[in-house]
């Protein structure tokens, strides 16, 4: 049982190079969601995508880029990293259930 | 906007015994519903238990079981014979009830230590 993939899961940056996470599902979900965590401050929401072919703003969006390239992919790219965004970013998928989201083992994100 | 508080940074428990994880939350909103994830060591991070705010019952998994107080707005997480696998980063999470995509709102968590 694959459920949510996401690669890498470690990646060291340097400030000002870009990168993209790629997540993937396999269980036919519509929404997918980017979420990073960071100590004491939980799980907070950058993008998600309710369905295919939308994407839209969570929480903390700045810095960040989406695509939703497929019902199965959701990928999360940053730009232009720089140090306040090394966490660990979490991809999660759901379908219906509200509040069961199913979630990615985590990408930890170094930038120096 | 909602919040969710978890005043409970840390929390330890010997095996076998039962431990209480507290969670508050801030909404004007009458319906919602409220979870408790799991995420052990290797990270992933699992659904345990959810409640739906109109319902009175206390929802109940196994060794699981929450309090919930609407009045209070308060929502904490029982778990009954404590086992080794039970250390974990507990965190509670808040859903506005009909909304049309699962954008839940997290604590900041609480780190459980289970005591052989």
């Known amino acids: 049982n694959a459920g949510v993939t996401q690669t890498p899961k470690f990646q060291v940056l340097k400030t000002g190079q870009s990168m993209t996470l790629q997540c993937a599902q396999d269980m036919n979900h519509n929404s997918m969601y980017w979420y990073r965590q960071d100590p004491g401050m939980g799980l907070r929401l950058i993008y998600y995508?309710?369905?295919?072919?939308?994407?839209d703003k969570g929480e903390v969006p700045n810095g960040y880029n989406v695509s939703r390239l497929n019902k199965r992919e959701f990928s999360l790219r940053l730009e232009s990293a720089a140090p306040s965004q090394t966490s660990v970013y979490f991809c999660a998928s759901t379908h219906r259930a509200p509040g069961e989201l199913f979630f990615g083992e985590g990408s930890r994100l170094t930038v120096l | 906007a909602q919040t969710v508080t978890q005043s409970q940074p840390e929390m330890s428990v010997q095996e076998a015994e039962t431990v209480t994880l507290s969670c508050t939350y801030d909404t004007s909103e009458s319906d919602y519903y409220l979870f408790w994830y799991k995420q052990p060591p290797s990270r992933q991070m699992i659904l345990v238990i959810r409640q739906e705010a109109y319902k009175q019952q206390n929802a109940t998994e196994n060794r699981f079981s929450v309090n919930f107080q609407k009045a209070a707005k308060s929502f904490s997480l029982k778990i009954s014979d404590s086992q080794l696998g039970d250390a974990a980063m507990y965190f509670c999470?808040?859903?506005?009830?009909?909304?049309?995509?699962?954008?839940?709102?997290f604590g900041t968590g609480t780190l459980l230590a289970v005591q052989p």
């Open positions: 995508s309710a369905s295919e072919g939308t994407t």
């Open positions: 999470a808040y859903l506005n009830y009909g909304g049309a995509t699962n954008k839940l709102i």
